[in-house]
């Protein structure tokens, strides 16, 4: 009888203990971001289990305009020390086996790292999924899939790559916040809107205010071939029940409708023949949705829709905050033609979750 993966305590994991460096001065890892370094056997990254592993942490991203994946696997197959030693410096790394076999390298490498205590529930059907956050490097993100077999290493890649992308995105978002704002913040235009609205986001050095009213604020980063947009837009005294995905989206449409119309007339709309994800969210403690798709600029003459051709992705954040009863909505969007857009959109991302609140930032000044 096969059993959930295992989940366990960071201390009980390796043999021989590898706790927590204080005052740690080791280099930060390295590399570019949305790649993931996989340390597997050959055998099993052609294998089902690669396929899995491609299929689902590296499978496409449906709700961007091009295909792109979730997280670029560069395999690096069990051959000696050398080959875990090249994937130390990765600031993503994916560490994925099999227990058992003696006379595979890898096998043997993990039997011996792993702790008895962990070993023995796998070797009976119970796979490992576990992560360790800077395992070789500072800011660097570590997860392990262990299993006795193939079969049951494939299936928990797939239970569990959902949560395997939950963390290396959080960790991602983590490290771009400190190179987003190396270069400097806006921290004057921050001050303005929590005085006049009661929140702020952080504001990169280049961003500029396209609108600002009583309920809406537009900031863009235009460059000369992309362009990156982000409004935060919010409501008095919602009940939030009214708080549905549906809603969200007719109220997405409504405000590009009023405030981004283009130089030729168009106006911004969700593509609704195109995949659109609803993800419920838990935004900084507060109840809300995650809602990604496509946008596409469409006027109408004579009575008939027609496009102009331009479109992009976009990400959007609906929450309800309870302490003041306001429903807010957060939207990044980018147009950037012939450019991957997965680190743009997480750069958005980034920002989005920079929101805080008046009260916020009084609970903050409180400790």
Known sequence: MKTAPQIIAALTLFAGGCGALSGDYRSEAGGREGQVAVLIDSTLWNSFVGD??????????LTLPSREPNFLLNPVHYTSQDALES??????????????DTTAYESRWLYHRLSAE?????????????????EWRRRQEVHYVVA????ELAQAIATFSNDLVYSYNLATRERMYRELFDIGRQRNLEEVLMEGHGFAVNVQHDYVVATDTANFVWLRRILTDTWRSLFVYYQERVDPTTLTPENVLLLRNALTKQYMEGSQGGVVEVVMTQPITVDTLDFKGRYGFEIRGLWEMVGEENGRRFQFGQGGAFVTYAFYDEPS???????????????????????LEVIAYTFRTARDEALSAEG
Request: avoid cysteine; charged fraction near 20%.
């Open 52 to 61: 899995t592993l491609r299929a689902t942490i590296g499978g496409p991203i």
């Open 87 to 100: 994937i130390q410096d990765h600031r993503n790394v994916l560490i994925v086996g099999i227990i058992g």
């Open 118 to 134: 962990v070993r023995d529930p796998i070797l009976q059907g119970t796979p490992l999924i576990f992560g360790r956050s800077d």
């Open 148 to 151: 006795r077999d193939n079969a």
């Open 325 to 347: 009863a306001r429903m807010y909505m957060i939207d990044g969007m980018l147009f950037a033609p012939g450019f991957p857009k997965r680190e743009f959109l997480r750069q």
